[in-house]
Structure formats: structure tokens, C-alpha cells
Nanobody
């Protein structure tokens, strides 16, 4: 079994900052790509940022220059530093981690429970 636990969401004023964390635990052999997604009310879930096992990152255009994704492989944790937040960043943020539980297993995607980020104007 694998569990993902997210933390760090909350209410912040426009221009403020938040840092999200997502820690994976359980039966883990190797972690591949880690990422953050978000879903605003009435909208589809969208990619925010991803980071590969080699540290290569990719961001949605809407967050480039404001958000930064990083990972701590020793802690099986991915972070999302969000600066200069805007009201349009308001959404539920989900982490997604691709990992396997055995050397012979294919990678599977696991999702966090989601954490609410609300940015007031």
C-alpha cells in the first residue's frame, strides 16, 4: 500500500506565498515523476508543475516565474513553492507521484487527497 499526504494549503492574500508538501509512504521501491495539479470550481483538473527523477522541471505558463517545484528523494516528498499568488490560483491542489513497489513492477500513478488554496483579492 502507498499513501500520499499533502499539507500546506490555506487562505492567503493576493501577492502572498504558500508552500505545499506531499509525502509518499508505504511500499515504495522507486519514484519517477512527481507533480502538482489543480482544479478550480467548474473547471477541469490541470497540470501546474512536474519534476522528473533527474530534476527536470516543467510548468504551466500561468505559473512560470511564480511557482517552483522541488523534491527531496530521501524523504519521498515533493514541494510546490507558490509566490506572488493571484486570486485565479484559487483551487484544490493535488500531488501525483509515479512510483513502483518492486524492481520488476511498472510505475503506477498515485494521487494525494487534495489541499485547498484560496487567494483573496
Amino acid at each position: 500500500q502507498v499513501q500520499l499526504v499533502e499539507s500546506g494549503g490555506g487562505l492567503v492574500q493576493a501577492g502572498g506565498s504558500l508552500r505545499l508538501s506531499c509525502a509518499a509512504s508505504g511500499s515504495i521501491f522507486r519514484i519517477n515523476t512527481m507533480g502538482w495539479y489543480r482544479q478550480a470550481p467548474g473547471k477541469q483538473r490541470e497540470l501546474v508543475a512536474v519534476i522528473t527523477s533527474g530534476g527536470i522541471t516543467n510548468y504551466a505558463d500561468s505559473v512560470k516565474g511564480r511557482f517552483s517545484i522541488s523534491r527531496d528523494n530521501a524523504k519521498n516528498t515533493v514541494y510546490l513553492q507558490m509566490d506572488r499568488l493571484k486570486p485565479e490560483d484559487t483551487a484544490v491542489y493535488y500531488c501525483k507521484i509515479a512510483l513502483n513497489s518492486h524492481w520488476y513492477s511498472a510505475y503506477s500513478d498515485y494521487w494525494g487527497q487534495g489541499t485547498q488554496v484560496t487567494v483573496s483579492s
